[in-house]
């Protein structure tokens, strides 16, 4: 997506003032809006929980949304919870959890009452019991299914698929399958990506052996143009360059069609997916608006602004997948299968294997 640099974005509009800053998650800890006690509970319903939210008046969220986008999801929000101000810090997942531990280490407090996690990189946090257990998500309209082991919400879920130039491939030409894209027609044609995304994916529902199989075949049959990160191969597909990347996200290919770009994306026989899940850490400050915040995500209003503004949805599957098969990490045994495939992908196109 968009590149992250340090910025503070100030909205000020009826009793919403957002500061975002991406330089160090400390600057969360100066907010000025009021403190719940320490282990406050969090209780009741949706319109319970958010009303007490709007009573401790502030939200500390560290994130690694675009943020621009997080200023007017978070404008959403505030139709209709007002009052409470937000400290928006934008933090890499890795990052994050690397801060929240060592903090916590070190017996001091984060300040922070929001956080947006994946499963697979937020081991340390679990291990170490930095997230809220006790929110119970589902009195306030959470579906369990959205609900991890862990008590952190699902709060999007980007599908990945085949994302291929409308002017110069015809729709009926694409392989249905992941097995079908290798093909000499598409040699030269096709873009992957250096670190493996997301083709590591395909592990969940074909195991490790029968993935590297597949990469190793795309690569001696298809001999596939190298080029890192998502964006960055859309846009090569978008300027006529190559016609094909793997590495196609729902959202990166939607925010690019906004642009008028000549990309679609295609879902073929299995598609991996990318979770992102939002979480009360414990100590949080402010931790009844952390949890109306979490729950308002999932909610119908907050995936329309998700979609709206930073083209990320949530749905299991992605209508135009039909039956597909869904390949997501969805436990720690998921996420090491993945790891560990996703260095011997890494090794074939740095041509090490």
């Given amino acids: 997506m968009k590149s992250r640099k340090a910025q503070v974005v100030l909205l000020a509009a009826a009793s919403l003032a957002i500061a975002t800053a991406c330089s160090d998650p400390e600057a969360a800890n100066s907010s000025s809006a009021s403190v719940s006690p320490t282990g406050a509970k969090v209780t009741g319903s949706m319109d319970e929980v958010c009303k007490a939210g709007q009573r401790e008046g502030g939200l500390v969220s560290w994130n690694s949304e675009d943020p621009e986008a997080f200023t007017k999801i978070f404008a959403e929000f505030s139709k209709s919870y007002p009052g409470i101000k937000l400290t928006s810090v934008e933090v890499r997942p890795d990052d994050l959890v690397q801060k929240l531990v060592t903090e916590s280490a070190a017996g001091h407090p984060s300040g922070v009452d929001a956080i947006s996690i994946m499963i697979d990189k937020s081991g340390p946090l679990f291990d170490n019991h930095l997230i809220k257990t006790d ?5 306030m309209g959470v579906q369990p299914k959205y609900i991890s082991d862990s008590n952190a919400v699902r709060t999007e879920r980007i599908a990945i698929g085949l994302t291929y130039n409308t002017d110069q491939v015809p729709e009926a030409e694409l392989p249905n399958t992941w097995d079908e894209l290798v093909n000499a027609k598409w040699q030269g044609k096709v873009v992957v990506d250096p670190r493996g995304d997301q083709l590591q994916l395909l592990a969940i529902a074909w195991g490790k052996d029968r993935t590297i199989d597949f990469v190793n075949r795309l690569r001696e049959t298809v001999k596939p143009q190298i080029v890192q990160g998502a964006t960055a191969g859309i846009l090569t597909v978008a ?19 906004s642009r008028g770009a000549p990309v679609k994306i295609k879902y073929l026989d299995v598609v991996p997916a990318v979770d992102y899940y939002t979480a009360v850490p414990t100590g949080a400050p402010h931790p009844n608006a952390g949890a109306c915040w979490t729950a308002w995500l999932n909610s119908d209003a907050g995936r329309k602004a998700k979609e709206q503004y930073a083209f990320k949805g949530n749905d299991d599957l ?20 993945v790891a560990d495939t996703v ?9 090490r294997s």
């Fill in 318 to 337: 992605p209508p135009a997948a039909g039956n597909a098969e869904l390949a997501v990490i969805e436990n720690l045994k998921d996420a090491a299968q």
């Fill in 239 to 257: 300027s006529g360059e190559n016609k094909i990347t793997t590495n196609g996200p729902s959202a990166e290919t939607a925010e690019q069609q």
């Fill in 135 to 139: 929110v119970d998500f589902t009195k």
């Fill in 343 to 351: 260095a011997e992908i890494s090794a074939i196109w740095a041509g």
